[in-house]
């Protein structure tokens, strides 16, 4: 469409949804099966101009290079940059914090930069596994509802997600590399959606209302350097 690459996925929901994914501004439209290829294709052109926009926010986004898991590089907690440094030795894996500056990452001389990358991401893991049972009873009480189970993966299209009718919450490992605030803001996110499943002027209404700065930390949190991965939101 308009030389514009476009994912259709045809559901059977009532309104049509679209959205521009990073890392590189994929376009997918969710349809309601009873509209037509014409009228998806009008609902795009009709949006053209904010979707070029989108895809020029995500090309011009800062991107890592492919980590190679090796003594120098950077990498990111909690909206913090360390430099990475690699004791090899024949112990398991672990990771430390070494003050404020650098991240010490112990392996065996043998390990790969895939194994090296696993016991990052369990590392990075475990740090976010203590920072989200506050953020989520915080919420339950401020927003009047009930989380049945919360879980980290990682993701490639999204940030978060909401299974309403279970009442669980999905959060990206990826978050464990942002700042707090942002982490916050897509607990919340997630969570408003079990007062109001779309996107629409009630739920930005109660972002509003409990969140007030949530743009500025959604703004931050697109800013921030995109992992080389190809994960979604």
């Known amino acids: 469409m308009s030389g514009i690459p476009v994912e259709i996925d045809r559901k059977d929901i009532k309104n049509l949804h679209l959205g521009v994914y990073p ?56 909206g913090a940059r360390y430099r990475l440094r690699v004791v090899e030795g024949n112990g398991p894996g672990r990771v430390e914090l070494r003050g404020k500056t650098v991240l010490s990452l112990f392996t065996r001389a043998d390990a790969g930069a895939e194994q090296r990358t696993r016991t990052l991401q369990r590392w990075y893991r475990g740090q976010m596994l203590p920072l989200i049972p506050p953020l989520v009873e915080k919420w339950e009480e401020k927003l009047g509802v009930r989380v049945a189970e919360w879980r980290i993966k990682r993701m490639k299209t999204k940030w978060g997600s909401c299974t309403i009718q279970a009442r669980r919450i999905w959060l990206n490992l990826e978050l464990a590399k942002k700042p707090l605030r942002c982490l916050e803001y897509i607990v919340v996110h997630e969570m408003v959606h079990l007062l109001e499943r779309r996107h629409g002027e009630r739920f930005v209404g109660l972002m509003d209302k409990h969140l007030p700065h949530w743009r500025q930390y959604r703004d931050e949190l697109n800013a921030s350097p995109l992992a080389h991965e190809e994960w979604e939101y």
């Open 23 to 78: 890392p590189h501004g994929r376009v997918r439209v969710a349809a309601p099966l009873k509209v037509s290829d014409d009228a998806v294709r009008l609902a795009v052109v009709g949006k053209l101009g904010w979707i070029r926009r989108q895809q020029a926010k995500f090309q011009s986004q800062p991107r890592q290079s492919t980590r190679e898991m090796l003594s120098g590089e950077s990498h990111y907690f909690l």
